[in-house]
Structures are given as C-alpha cells and as structure tokens.
C-alpha cells in the first residue's frame, strides 16, 4: 500500500453515531450552541448515575435512546424503571462556565467509575462474560506446533472482577484509608494493578499510577507530591524473560533513601543546634536554597547544604571547628529517625522473588490482606465460601458483594485519578481526571472511533502508568462491556509477531499501540515475516497513539495489520481520543497520509503567533491584553493545535494545593481547583483574548477538515530562522523506504546539533536494516530526498549509522538524551532506559 492510498468503501458501522458528514456537523454545531445539552445527553446514555430521591436509598440509572430511565435500586439491587420524563436531568447545572478555565460538568450529579465498569455489568446479567485476559512475557517455543504460546493466561470474569475488586477494597478500608486519601501504584503491567485501582474508585479513594520503568529517585517525588498513604507494588516482574525485582529496586529505595524536602526543613528547623538564633538562621535559609525545585533528596543533599552554611558561619568567625562538627553530628542523627513515608506497602507476589528485604512494620502481602477481606465478605453476605458465592446469580451475587463493599456515589467532578506527564519544571505535574465527564467521553470515544461493542476485544499495547493504559486498557474497555487484554511483555518479543499471535490467538478486534514497535518490525523483512505466521483477520481497527507517525508507517500497518490502520491524537491532559476516523464514515475517507479528524465536540484549531493579527473570534473571550497575538492558520500552514472549547474528559487541573483538599460525603468540600495557577498558565493562558488549551503540539490543517500532527512546538530546530519539528524531518527519511523496497533505512531519529552559522542544524541518527550499512550513496540519496520534501533548510548535517536508540521501557524514544550527547549536557536520569547501552 502507498502512501496517500485511500480506502475506497468504508466498512459498515454498528453503533457509531457519526456515520456521514452531516452527523459530524450536526453534532458540532449542537455541541457549540448548548454544550451542556450536547454532552449531558452523552453523559445520560453512556454511564449510570445516582439518583438519591429515586427510592428509600436512591437508584442507579441511565436513560436508553428511547427516552426511559432504567437501572438498579442502589440498596437491593432491584431492577427499577421510575417514571422520569426523558428530559430529567441528574446534575442541577450540566456546564458551569462562570469561572473559566475551571469549568464544571454535570454539577449536582453523582455517579462511580468503579460502578460503571464493574457492578452495572453483573447486575444486567452479564458475570459470566471475559472482562480481562492475561498474557504473560513468558513464551513456550515449543507449544502450539512450533508456533509458541504463552506460558502464562488466564481469564477473568466480570463477576470474578467484582469480587476481587471487593476484595481489595474491604482491605483498604481495613487499612484505615477513606474517601479522598491517596494511594500510589507503582507496578508491573498485570491484573492486581487493575484490581487495587477498581478498589480505590469504588472508595473515592484517589490513586495515581506511576509507570514501573521510572527510577526510584522519580518515584518517590510522585509520592511525596501525591500525598499517598498506601504504595502497592509488586516483588518483582517478567520482560524478555527476565526476571527483575521490583519492590526491592525502586519502592523501597524510593521510601527510604529519600527523604521530602519539607519533612527535611521541618526536622532541621526542630533540632536543637545550640546557636545562637541568627547563625540557626543561617543554616536554616542556607539549606532551603540548596534543596529549592527539588521535591524529595537524599540525606546527603541536606547534609550538603548544612556544609555550605558551616563554611559561611566559619569564614564570618561566627563558629569554631568543634562547633561545626557537633552541629553536623546534631543534624545528621535527627535525618536518620524520621517519620515513616507512608502507612502501608502492599506487595503483590507476582515472580516469588527470593531473598526480598521486608520490613514487618511497613510491608503486607496482597493476599493476606484480600484473604482476610474475603472472610469479611462471606460473613457480612451469609455465605460459606467463595465458591458459594461465585455460584449465586449475577444479581443476587452483587447483592452479596454489597453487604460490605458498595461504590460510593461522588461528585461527577470528584477526583478520579491523576496521572504524572513531563513538565518544564522538575515539579511534578500529576494531571487530574474526575467520576462523571471522563467516564462517560471516554465510553462515548470507543464508539465513535472503533465503533466498540459488548462481545469486542481490545489489546492496547500500554501500561497502567501511562494514560493510555488508563483509559483504553482499563477504564474505556470496561465501561463499554469490551473485554481487555493485559500484556506484561513486549509486543516484539521473542520475536516480531508476538502481537499477531495475541491477536489471532484472543480473535481482537481493537488494536492500539504506538508507532516504534511498528518501526521496529518494518526495519527488518524477516521481522515482517514472523507477523505474517499468525492470522490478524478478527481485526476490525487498529490505531496508533503516543507519538506522531508518518504516512509511510501508517501506508505499513495499512497493508500488514489491518486496511483501518488509523491515526489517533491525543495525550494526558486531554484524558481520550480527541482527533481520530469515524468508523464507518466515508465522509472523511481512510487514507495513508498520518491525519486525522476533530471528534465532533473537539473545536480544533491550528493558530499561529502573528504581532501583526489585528484579533479573532474565539468561542471562549479572555478579558486582558496577556499573551501572544495570533491568527488561525491557513489551511496547509503550520502553526500550534489548539482547543477553542472545553469537553467533559479533558483533564480539570494539576495535583496540588493539597493542604485544602478536604472531602466529605463523596464531595470535594470548598473551592479546591488544585494547583490553579499552573493550570492556567501552563495550558490555558498563552493566546490573547482567547481561553483555548494549548498542548504545545505543531499541527497542520487541511482543505478536507483533516489535520496532520508534526510533534512537540518545544522539540524544534530553528535553523537561520527557519523553525521545523523534528518528526517532519524523519518522515522525510522514512519515505525512502516507501520509495526503495531494498532501502536500508530500518529507523530514523532527528536532533537539533549546535551550528556557528545557523543556531541549530539537523542531525540524523539511522539504525540500518539487519545487515545492512549506509553507503555513501545512501547518504546522497537521503540527503535529496529531505531536499526535494522538506527543502535545502532541513537537509541533515549528515547521516550517522547507530545500532540503536536510547529507548523507555514503555518503548519511547529519548530524543533529549540525544540531544544531551549531541551538545555536551547532562544526560539526566538514565534509570528509565529499556537499554542504556545505547548511549555508549
């Protein structure tokens, strides 16, 4: 398939209410002109929300397309159908837009994500159903004729899930956790992370996901921002069959060899140096100035600072030798008793890891606190065991469940989770997504762009730390009665056609993956071959995400994996799928070309700095002269993405201001908008005259309403003036194995290298096709080819031959650690690389 192919007949859609071009506008100009309306009826039809004066106890409902309220009585679990008119309402104000850019959705309403993607399902009769499907990183070469199979799968049920989930939520109530503590999973990719984070929605409790590859140093910034009082983790985990610790490698290191900066000031500023206050003072100040942007540090780091502050004191005269040494002494005792980090560390027995280092007063198994919960269950429901209770009806089951584990209905904008994303600073920047809107868009998302129903299967080649394992692998999957599928391993391993062979082998029909592992197979035709042993056919679409792709991958996956390989944007703040296809559509037509479309409710622009713009028109006025002066792009201008409105799954704020956040009841009591400031500063303050979210992405419209994704506006060179992404570059490259079936390009990666003439001038690092080098005629040729597509301004300087890129486990690449190489800087934390070899 070539690049710019385009798929003739659209296939015919099920359920996606976006079938032709009319729908899309329909839906636009709804969304514009009453976007309370618009996504309320969205939010009604896709989740169930509490209705408290439904009943002695309140009712679970949701309203069907026909107009009739249905659902659950929220104490027995009857069936009820109360006589609501179709226009009833379960919020008192579906968008509050008095107080930009906080804006509320569905104020007044209650709901539970937990509810929504477990218990609904059971109690609608459907426990039996294959809510996850397992598959470890271990591979048998041997099973299935010489195919391989994987050592390690299982299924589990919806109604297995339920009590599970159960499980884990009596034990953390028995722990002592509430509504609005916070919890920190830091885990491999395996089904108890899903479990203890179906455990703390059902509570109210808030949770965030920190990715298994982060270092420990990063981990326990995260959980010293969040505030956690409970980490669940793992004793270790499988990756290319390999087995590695994971408690003993960054949990416990995080909690122990790192101490909060404030908890550090606060000690110090306690213990008794027997100075005089001035020169107490001095230390005090001269410790702080030494730890500022740092959210926790080693001992040694205040140590270090207190050593600075003895050297001015001693120099002034104002201390002796003696004296330095005892205060020294004095700090360093009390930085070794300090209060404990968090409550409780719950481990996971996942690998039987020897030898692991426990800490009686901290440490507890996960299964001995679920196995207590479970006997706390079976009490409160009167049943004899487990397997009794597994046996009841579905919704005499839930019943039971209910006994002692019901969801707690909360706030439609009560904090749902957050997860961590880069920021500018070394702050951390834990992104907040809530009950009601996100739960609902991102259920809405599966069908607009996937046309997703109950009987599907996904596979979304991601982990739990990262938004994407979020809110397809979890949330979006379980809410729209799809069954999901949990990968610890590598989509490539042991070979390139692992992630063929999970398709045939659980007949998916959804498929979501980013671009590299992509990359990685077309760079080697024998890596092509092992994909094509395995039948994709049950495949019915398959989308990129995480990183900007090319027409040429795209043109890739279009032919090998599945003709509706699309493209999807979207990232952390913007909690789902924000530009996609429309399955079904032939009104925006499938082509090899790496664009995509607005959802309807998505107002994307492409804006562009102009001093000279005299102001536009923006949905959402900002009152002030602060910010740039800009204009919309032209269409085929390159310029920044923008969105000009909000939608109910976009993130509401960053982590912070957590002194004030108090809850009470299922409700966030007060006015906490988190870190407020830097919400509004960071994503919704730059354009003059407008409140418009800007990611920091360059992006380019097109005559036909697509757009077309060019990487981060911050990841730019700007040679002699002239500003370009990087990816553009590299796409450009990656054409000629478009053009050249025996090109030896395998993968390309683009940075800026400092120029005494222009500022910056691109550099090309190329991995090489398995046994193949770059010739000199390659690098000519290459260096034509980026001038004919891109211009002379964007040729390389030259062309360097590597054997690999320095790569996350998560399978991204470290474009800033090349740059770092490339100029001489600090490399930073290298704990995160898959490989770090590949720096050398």
């Not at 001489?824 to 898959?834: A, F, I, P």
Request: glycine content about 8%; overall charge negative.
């Amino acid at each position: 398939m070539t690049e710019g192919h385009i798929i003739e007949k659209a296939p015919q859609a099920e359920i996606n209410p976006v079938r032709t071009r009319a729908d899309w506008e329909a839906m636009r100009a709804a969304a514009l002109a009453d976007p309370g309306a618009f996504h309320g009826d969205i939010a009604v039809r896709r989740i169930h929300w509490f209705v408290a004066n439904c009943g002695p106890a309140g009712a679970w409902l949701s309203r069907d397309d026909a107009g009739a309220w249905t659902g659950w009585d929220a104490a027995t679990g009857a069936p009820v159908a109360p006589a609501l008119p179709a226009s009833f309402a379960p919020w008192t104000r579906a968008f509050d837009d008095s107080n930009p850019p906080h804006w509320r959705w569905f104020t007044g309403g209650r709901t539970n994500a937990a509810f929504n993607e477990i218990d609904r399902h059971v109690l609608a009769g459907h426990g039996a159903e294959a809510a996850l499907v397992f598959e470890g990183d271990r591979w048998d070469m041997a099973a299935d004729g010489g195919r391989g199979a994987p050592v390690d799968t299982f299924t589990v049920s919806r109604k297995r899930l339920l009590l599970e989930v159960a499980k884990c939520a009596v034990a953390l109530e028995a722990l002592g956790l509430k509504a609005g503590d916070r919890i920190a999973l830091n885990m491999p990719s395996i089904v108890p992370q899903i479990f203890w984070t179906e455990a703390a929605k059902r509570l109210g409790i808030v949770y965030t996901a920190v990715f298994g590859g982060f270092s420990d140093k990063t981990l326990s910034d995260r959980i010293a921002d969040a505030g956690a009082r409970v980490i669940v983790t793992s004793d270790g985990s499988y990756r290319n069959a390999q087995v590695a610790a994971f408690k003993t490698a960054y949990t416990d290191p995080a909690l122990d060899n790192y101490v909060p900066v404030s908890t550090a000031l606060g000690v110090l500023a306690a213990t008794d140096l027997g100075l005089a206050p001035a020169d107490a003072a001095v230390i005090n100040e001269t410790v702080a100035e030494t730890l500022a942007g740092e959210v926790t540090v080693e001992r040694s780091d205040v140590m270090r600072g207190v050593g600075r502050a003895l050297i001015k004191l001693g120099e002034a005269g104002r201390i002796t030798a003696s004296d330095a040494a005892r205060v020294r002494l004095a700090i360093a005792s009390s930085l070794v008793t300090l209060p404990p980090r968090v409550d409780t560390v719950i481990v996971v027995r996942h690998t039987a890891q020897p030898d692991i280092v426990w800490r009686a007063e901290r440490d507890r198994w996960s299964h001995e606190l679920t196995d207590a919960a479970l006997e706390t269950i079976l009490k409160a429901a009167n049943v004899a065991s487990e397997d009794a209770l597994m046996a009841l009806p579905d919704a005499d089951f839930v019943r039971a469940i209910w006994a002692s584990s019901k969801p707690l209905a909360v706030d439609a904008d009560y904090p749902l989770f957050f997860i961590y994303t880069s920021g500018s600073t070394g702050k951390p920047k834990g992104i907040v997504h809530v009950h009601g809107g996100y739960t609902a868009g991102i259920a809405h998302s599966m069908q607009v762009a996937f046309d997703a129903r109950p009987g599907d299967t996904i596979f979304v080649v991601a982990d739990p730390g990262w938004i994407t394992g979020q809110s397809y692998q979890i949330s979006a999957a379980l809410l729209s009665r799809v069954t999901t599928v949990v990968s610890e391993g590598s989509p490539v391993f042991p070979h390139a056609g692992r992630f063929a062979s999970m398709i045939e082998r659980h007949k998916i029909t959804i498929f979501k993956a980013g671009v590299t592992f992509l990359k990685s197979i077309m760079s080697d035709p024998s890596n092509l071959a092992d994909v094509q042993r395995y039948d994709m056919g049950s495949l019915r679409v398959a989308t990129f995400c995480a990183e900007p792709t090319s027409p040429s991958v795209q043109a890739f996956g279009m032919e090998h994996v599945t003709p509706q390989y699309i493209n999807s944007y979207w990232a952390t703040e913007h909690g789902g799928i924000a530009w996609t296809h429309f399955y079904g559509n032939a009104d925006f037509p499938l082509k090899a070309d790496a664009h995509a479309f607005p959802l309807p409710w998505i107002v994307g622009e492409v804006w562009v700095e102009d001093e000279n713009a005299s102001g536009e028109a923006a949905p959402f006025a900002r009152s002030g002269s602060e910010g740039v002066s800009w204009r919309r792009a032209a269409a085929g201008e390159k310029g920044e993405i923008v969105i000009a409105a909000p939608y109910p799954y976009l993130a509401r704020t960053i982590w912070g201001d957590v002194e004030n956040f108090r809850v009470e009841n299922g409700s966030v009591v007060g006015n906490w908008k988190g870190d407020a400031g830097r919400w509004e500063s960071g994503y919704w303050s730059r354009w003059q005259g407008a409140w418009a979210y800007t990611q920091g992405d360059f992006a380019i419209a097109h005559e036909d309403g697509s757009f077309s994704f060019h990487g981060r506006s911050d990841d730019v060179i700007n040679v002699s003036g002239h500003r370009m992404g990087t990816e553009e570059i590299e796409g450009a490259v990656l054409r000629d194995k478009a053009l050249d079936p025996n090109s030896p390009v395998g993968n390309v990666l683009v940075v800026g290298a400092p120029h005494r003439e222009k500022g910056l001038t691109p550099l090309a690092f190329v991995v090489p096709v398995a046994g193949r080098k770059l010739t000199e005629e390659d690098r000519q040729r290459l260096f034509n080819l980026v001038r004919t597509e891109k211009g002379a301004v964007a040729v390389p300087a030259d062309f360097i031959e590597v054997s690999q890129f320095p790569e996350t486990r998560s399978g991204k690449y470290m474009r800033r650690m090349v740059r770092a190489l490339v100029e001489g800087g600090e490399l930073g934390d290298v704990t995160t690389l898959r490989n770090p070899e590949s720096l050398t």
